[in-house]
Structures are given as structure tokens and as C-alpha cells.
């Protein structure tokens, strides 16, 4: 297959060289300008290496931004069915170590929401961030859940486009972290106030990062796929009166 492409090449080429050389002969037999020939020959050929240069930037600038968006495309599908399988579920019971619930109708996602709504969504949290509690909720009904998605996770590390995503690559790793936290620890009931500070921290790291990437999965959503932001809004986490059936 390639010696017969390469092949077909070489006699493009040829094709090429000797029709070039055709008409340059051509317009000496018709008007006998040798000078005029060399001259414009000259600078055709000084004027090529620019037009190559030029024509190459252009060209992988757009083979980039090509090959980028189509990366991009397929990270999008990753986080998707991450959220599904694991994030939105993660979030929900994480929110049950939230002292205070009440910041949690910040992220009640509105089906008219724009790019503003996110932006300043997304402002108020970093500012804001939701504090959470490791005595508050069941840390053994945390550490089953993460444990029984384990090797969905691994599966999406080995994923090479992720290295194109480092914030979400951090929140796996995160997620990893937290998961190896608790399953080392067999009694939650006795822990020293010390390790549950700690534990505090590890979820809190993960949770503020679970929301970030959901708030920017979402505005992808809202862009370019509205029917599966629908389904979002509609299985929201956060919101106590999201129902998956269509109301209105």
C-alpha cells in the first residue's frame, strides 16, 4: 500500500516537472524572450520560500486547531461519562458532609441559564467554597461507594488524552487519593480528632474540584449538546426538587 502510494506520487510529481518545462517552452517558442523567462523564473523561485512558509503556518495552524478541538471533543465525552458513573453520585454523597446545605442552591442550574450564569457561579465558589465536615455524614458508606468505582477510574487514566485536561487529571487524582485514605482505615467510629481533620481536607480538595469541572461540563453541555443538558439540569445533585421525569 505505501510503495503504491509512494509510487503514484513520484509520477504526480514527474506529470508536474514536465508540463511546467512544456509551457516555459511553449512561451519561448512563441516569443522568444529568454530574458524575460529567466527573469520571471527567478523570481518565482525567490518568492517560493515565502509562499511555502506561509502556506505551512497557515496549514498547521489550522491542522492544530483541528486536531485540538477533535481532543477536546473526545475529553468532553470522558468527563461525561465520568459525572455519570461516578461525579454525580460522588457529589451527592459528599453534600451530606455539608454543615450548612444552604450554599448548595448556588449550583441549582437553571435550563436558560448563559455563559455569564456559570462565570459568576463559578466566581462565587472559589470565593466561597463549600465547607465540609468528615464526622458529619457515613465516611463507610463514602469509602464503599469510591471503592466500587475504582477501576472505572483506572480505566480512565489510562486515557491519554487526560494529559490535555490537568485540572481534571488532578481531580482523579484527588478522587484516588481520598479513596486510598479511607480504605486504610477499618473503624471511623474511634479515629483521632487529628485524622478526621485530615480527612476533612482530602474530601474538601476533592469536592472543590468535582464542582468546578461539573460548572465548566455543564456550559459545555448547554453549547453544544441541549438535549443532555436537559437531562443534567434534571438529575442535578443539588437541587431537592430535580425530578428526571419531564414536568413541563
Do not use: C
Request: charged residues 20%; without cysteine.
Amino acid at each position: 500500500m505505501f510503495k503504491r502510494l509512494f509510487h503514484w506520487q513520484i509520477l504526480f510529481a514527474l506529470i508536474l516537472v514536465a508540463l511546467s518545462a512544456f509551457f516555459y517552452f511553449l512561451h519561448y517558442l512563441l516569443f522568444r524572450d529568454p530574458h524575460y523567462l529567466l527573469n520571471y523564473f527567478i523570481s518565482n523561485l525567490a518568492f517560493l520560500f515565502l509562499d511555502v512558509l506561509i502556506v505551512m503556518l497557515v496549514l498547521q495552524g489550522l491542522l492544530q486547531y483541528r486536531e485540538k478541538r477533535a481532543v477536546l471533543k473526545k475529553l468532553n465525552m470522558v468527563i461525561g461519562s465520568f459525572y455519570i458513573e461516578v461525579g454525580t453520585g460522588l457529589m451527592k454523597t459528599l453534600s451530606g458532609f455539608a454543615p450548612d446545605s444552604s450554599a448548595h442552591a448556588a449550583l441549582i442550574i437553571g435550563a436558560d441559564w448563559n455563559d455569564q450564569d456559570f462565570a459568576e457561579t463559578r466566581k462565587w465558589f472559589r470565593e466561597n467554597e463549600v465547607r465540609l465536615e468528615s464526622r458529619q455524614g457515613d465516611l463507610e458508606q463514602l469509602k464503599t461507594f469510591l471503592q466500587g468505582k475504582r477501576s472505572f477510574l483506572l480505566n480512565l487514566l489510562e486515557n491519554g488524552n487526560l494529559l490535555e485536561h490537568e485540572s481534571f487529571t488532578d481531580l482523579l487524582w484527588a478522587i484516588f487519593h481520598l479513596t486510598d485514605e479511607l480504605a486504610h482505615r477499618t473503624d471511623f467510629r474511634h479515629l483521632p480528632e487529628a485524622d478526621f481533620r485530615h480527612l476533612t481536607g482530602d474530601m474538601q480538595r476533592a469536592y472543590g474540584q468535582l464542582i468546578r469541572e461539573w460548572l465548566n461540563f455543564l456550559k459545555h453541555l448547554k453549547q453544544s449538546y441541549p438535549y443532555l443538558y436537559s437531562l443534567a439540569i434534571r438529575t442535578n445533585p443539588f437541587d431537592p426538587h430535580a425530578a428526571v421525569e419531564v414536568q413541563k
